[in-house]
DNA sequence: TTGACAGATGAGACCGGTCTCATTATCCCT
DNA sequence: AGGGATAATGAGACCGGTCTCATCTGTCAA
């Protein structure tokens, strides 16, 4: 119907060709910078091609190379700025090494996982870079392992797949915050997570699919055990999603007989939860409860008290993992190797010793 | 070299057409869903393209189509959860509408937002949505606008660009702020923005480059001054950049002979900076001085004391945006709308009547 | 002068899909 | 039984690049 208007079809390197009157090949190595052309050809290639405003057209570029100079990634929460800085990570490298970024969500949901992975290889992305939503739900990577396009795992990674990874040392850091905790006279800590589960009582590490997750319990058990303050597991709570579940999971804790006198938080959004929660019930930190947070989130600086935290490279887990994916995407073909990169605890107001 | 293991080259429309036993053609039919083909023919292939494990090439298929079935979305920051939000709306929408969604990062700097754009029209995506970084700068943007691929504007409206435009009522909600704090008794009242700017003095809205900023100034403005709160344009200051500048900033208004009682800031970053920078002088909220902040960040209710903010409609911002051109990608060509979505004013503590 | 050789260009196949058009098989009706 | 409409399939062009291979020209050494 109303085509007439808006169809100044994009010029293509046929039409370049036609107007700076060399062949078809030609232009093409001129636009594509490739082979050899004379100074007098690109010259008028050129000329016409800006004349006419060409512009590549990427797809048809990247189906005969197969190669798209551009790497997908998929991050399981966009709104977490965790995530965001280290998407910055990524892009910053990228960019320098020439690739552009695809980015997907997942929303922590294997499903969605699946389809961002599907929809980027069909893109035909030179890799990818994925943080994986279930250490147990794995076929959708080991297939892209299997296929050859380099993937490289972000922020968790997967027991048994040996692909580059790029992850903090989250065991010894929960480990530290233990220790933190015990040195200051701490026995009873509690440790609340927001990983999804169906059972929100601790019952083992094999529930966690999450290796983040489940270091960083571990690590911290086993500090706490080794520092006399065995039998944590009981504090351990799992689950607590962003619609509330805060209040109830805090009122529970809060109502054992031998209730905790320390808390973690296993990221800054759980400790958001904790803090409300408690304030909610009158409990005051640190004098009636100590709590640690893991990731150094710009506001934990700014409550009242301010709150001792894990803080966390996520803008070096981001650019690492690109790096190591360039590497592969250029050609790299030695054994997969696991980045471990280290965290830091930030003291601030929110630990103290318990009350007697 | 190495070649030899990771060979399988993925199996094409033909590949599947052989071991079926049919054309390429046929073959291509019914993978690709179109034109008509009788059962028995559907099973055979559907049979064969398991056993290959066939994955169509979007590259290929969007090569002939012309079109992507993705659309493409430029955002200023992705590490601002308030463009997370949006991203999520955007996400939804577009997945429910069959649209996959490819993401690029600006930085909210016109430099990158342009190559940002340029490498997803190459990559032939069905449309855009873009928040501009700058409302001067924008031939790029008319360029693809003139292209006659769908367009539309995220959170910030270019005023001589008629596409569709999706944003949060700016200048209603300066206005409001600035009523509150008025009818609370303030009459000296300042605003502070991150937008990056040559001069931190405000000397008129013709230097802000961001639609948000200036309609909600000028909306704060008017607001103030028709309350009796005039003159309060020296208490504006721009470029509160996330590395610091707050300090100096606010040492500078709280050293004015005529020190402003109220603060604004535009955005949360900037909520961050003031309070810290204010706790570190002395200055105690809301004693001292007001604080109001434009976007209700989850933090913002757990400080002490919590601040009463703007809250926007940072989702329904994505939802609509995406609607809006998921309707365009599907052939509509009516005018260009500007969609204006409306805040929410949110009570807490951080407002009281000025000191005498 | 001639032949080897490098540099510059052109012709055309190719990537993996979509889609048009022609052909064949099937069915229904008079 | 014959003829026209319809359904199902095949053959092959096409999208816009890249890339191989052949051709042509000019230079230089023997």
Redesign the pocket.
């Known amino acids: 119907m109303s085509d007439s208007p808006s169809k100044p079809?994009?010029?293509?390197?046929?039409d370049?060709?036609r107007e700076a009157?060399?062949?078809?090949?030609?232009?093409?190595?001129v636009?594509?910078?490739?082979?050899?052309?004379?100074?007098?050809?690109?010259d008028k290639v050129m000329t016409a091609a800006r004349s006419l405003d060409?512009?590549?057209?990427e797809?048809?570029?990247s189906?005969?190379?197969?190669r798209s100079r551009a790497i997908g990634v998929v991050v399981a929460d966009v709104e977490n700025p965790y995530f965001g800085l280290a998407v910055r990570g990524i892009s910053d490298v990228a960019r320098a090494e020439g690739f552009d970024v695809i980015l997907a969500n997942s929303g922590e949901d294997v499903e969605r996982e699946r389809d961002a992975i599907r929809m980027l290889l069909a893109k035909r992305v030179d890799g990818l870079i994925v943080t994986p939503a279930s250490v147990h739900d794995t076929e959708h990577l080991r297939a892209v392992e299997a296929s050859g396009r380099p993937i490289v795992l972000l922020d968790r990674y997967i027991p048994s797949m040996s692909v580059d990874t790029v992850v903090a040392d989250d065991r010894a850091a929960g480990a530290a915050v233990a220790r933190r905790l015990t040195e200051a006279g701490h026995r009873r800590i509690g440790y609340v997570s927001a990983t999804a589960c169906d059972d929100p009582v601790y019952r083992g590490a094999h529930q966690l699919h999450l290796s983040t997750v489940r270091d960083r319990i571990e690590g911290f058990l086993e500090a706490a055990a080794q520092a006399g303050g065995g039998g944590c597991e009981r504090y351990v709570r799992l689950g607590v999603n962003r619609l509330g579940g805060g209040p109830k999971i805090v009122a529970d804790l809060m109502a054992l007989p031998d209730r905790p006198t320390a808390l973690i938080a296993s990221d800054n959004v759980v400790a958001l939860e904790l803090f409300k929660a408690l304030r909610a019930l009158g409990i005051a930190i640190p004098r009636d409860l100590s709590l640690i947070a893991f990731h150094d989130a710009d506001w934990t600086s700014v409550t009242t008290p301010s709150i001792t935290v894990v803080a966390q490279p996520c803008y070096e887990l981001g650019s690492e993992s690109a790096a190591a994916l360039v590497r592969r995407a250029r050609g790299d073909t030695t054994a997969g190797r696991r980045i471990i990169l280290q965290t830091r605890l930030i003291e601030r107001e929110s630990v103290i010793s318990p009350p007697r």
Not at 22 to 29: D, F, H, M
Not at 31 to 42: E, M, N
């Open positions: 079809r994009d010029a293509t390197v046929q370049v060709a009157g060399v062949s078809k090949a030609t232009a093409a190595r636009l594509g910078g490739y082979s050899v052309t004379s100074p007098a050809v690109r060409y512009r590549p057209n797809v048809a570029r189906m005969t190379t197969g």
